[in-house]
């Protein structure tokens, strides 16, 4: 009887033994399934920040989500740069742009070939869209949406929010969809490994010692973090690919040295080799003007205590020579350590743009105060013909931004013609009296005689007025 009741003993022992780690296993399959879950979803929101970074929001801006853009360079950029990110992650299914109007929402562009079934036409409505979808637009937040059904299959998508460059507002969303099937497959498929190394860790369990179970735990946890390495590494793939064909300049620093840079960043840097410019301070290249900002940003991005909208910074190129761009800066971690991604645009041509109408408008200004002054000068009204004449001069060459403004009169047989007012802006001298004879600039005059008006850009090169180079110009 007491070599029975050991025997119950120690199957009762057993049996609870069994069950504590039956109930350890069962835990263990729902962590996995969680943290599994967690990590897919933190993959694939990488994935989109990434591509998110990369996207032309100027040209964005330039859209507005109607069928009339599918004519627009904009458009093509985007809808390009789309499809190349379906083409390099197979694993998504759609990648797309969206915005929201009147409560509705509207695609600006998809990855589908126009020829496709699934394309979406900029402008069409999402009329199955969820209160999911419509989210980022209120709190403007990223985020991995549940399994939601539409026309196309149910998805899980990555939505990540777009802000305006200038107003920080929320003009788009970018998302990316994928088969919430093969979503929950791929999960159950992990599952079925880590249930089954469960079962195995049960029965070596049931007949090990304690000491030999911490082995079997060490070794699952070996696996899981050799398979986690295998995908990192596979995503870093991807990733580069295809940051070192992004169209604007992207450079990564750790602390305040540069450690990557794409194709793009050294062109725009105007160097030869990457080590022109990797292991440099990245403050090296920003021009003096803008370090103190900079110096700001770059501690406020390592941090992560404010979202870093983009700003325009002029950078230093190796020649020496400066560059108007625009800097957007991503806190990001490399190796476990802190670290920024800087997408560098470059704006010259737009800053040429903007300058150019700037004073545009300055000489449209000039103009319109030129034509009032003309019509209400009291010297103009007056009657005096010499008054008028230089209050005309003066006034024109002021509006017109030229140093030089005359009056000829040209006489009855087109034999001559006489300067009845000239005004020199630089001087502000008045001249009259010249004489121009026919003799002796025959093409001038007989240009005059047939053209009512002669434009020339460059006078002392244009036939027509380069006779005056010696005695007028």
């Not at 990488?46 to 458009?75: C, F, H, K, M, W």
């Not at 969809?177 to 880590?194: G, H, Q, S, V």
């Amino acid at each position: 009887m007491k070599t029975s009741g050991h025997y119950i003993k120690f199957r009762f022992r057993e049996i609870i033994l069994f069950l504590v780690i039956a109930a350890a296993g069962i835990l263990y399959i729902r962590y996995s399934w969680i943290r599994l879950e967690k990590h897919k979803s933190e993959s694939i929101l990488q994935i989109a920040r990434s591509v998110e970074a990369t996207l032309p929001v100027d040209d964005l801006n330039v859209l507005n989500a109607e069928p009339g853009d599918t004519a627009l360079p904009q458009y093509r950029n985007i809808k390009k740069l789309l499809t190349e990110v379906i083409r390099v992650n197979p694993a998504a299914r759609f990648a797309y742009l969206y915005k929201e109007k009147n409560g509705k929402i509207y695609f600006f562009a998809d990855s589908e070939p126009k020829n496709s079934k699934d394309y979406s036409p900029p402008g069409e409505e999402y009329t199955e869209a969820k209160p999911d979808d419509k989210q980022p637009f209120r709190d403007g937040r990223e985020s991995v949406t549940t399994s939601l059904p539409d026309r196309w299959g149910t998805w899980r998508s990555a939505l990540i929010p777009i802000r305006d460059r200038n107003k920080g507002t929320i003009i788009a969303v970018f998302g990316m969809d994928f088969n919430a099937t093969l979503w929950r497959n791929e999960l159950i498929n992990e599952m079925l490994k880590a249930t089954a190394l469960v079962l195995l860790f049960l029965l070596v369990l049931f007949s090990l010692l304690l000491i030999h179970t911490k082995n079997k735990l060490l070794k699952i946890e070996i696996i899981e973090h050799e398979l986690a390495v295998d995908a990192l590494y596979e995503s870093e793939i991807k990733y580069r690919e295809l940051v070192d064909n992004s169209p604007d300049a992207i450079a990564i620093y750790e602390g305040d040295k540069i450690i990557y840079i794409n194709k793009e960043c050294l062109r725009l840097m105007r160097a030869t080799h990457e080590d022109d410019l990797i292991g440099k301070s990245v403050t090296r290249f920003v021009h003096p003007d803008y370090r103190e900002l900079v110096f700001r940003r770059m501690k406020q991005a390592v941090s992560g205590d404010a979202v870093l909208i983009p700003i325009e910074e002029k950078f230093v190129r190796l020649d020496g020579s400066e560059v108007d761009v625009e800097v957007r800066a991503v806190p990001i971690r490399l190796n476990k350590k802190p670290a920024v991604q800087l997408i560098v645009h470059d704006i010259t041509e737009r800053k040429a743009v903007e300058k150019e109408s700037g004073e545009s408008q300055i000489r449209s200004a000039k103009q319109k105060e030129a034509i009032i002054s003309l019509a209400t000068d009291a010297d103009v009204l007056s009657g005096d013909t010499i008054l008028a004449m230089n209050k005309l001069t003066e006034i024109l060459s002021s509006a017109l931004c030229v140093d030089r403004v005359s009056v000829w009169l040209i006489s009855a047989d087109a034999a001559e013609m006489e300067c009845m007012c000239l005004f020199e802006l630089k001087d502000h001298r008045f001249s009259k009296g010249t004489v121009l004879k026919a003799n002796d600039f025959p093409v001038y005059f007989k240009t005059i005689s047939t053209e009512s008006l002669v434009s020339a850009d460059d006078a002392l090169n244009d036939p027509r007025t380069r006779e005056f180079t010696e005695v007028y110009l």
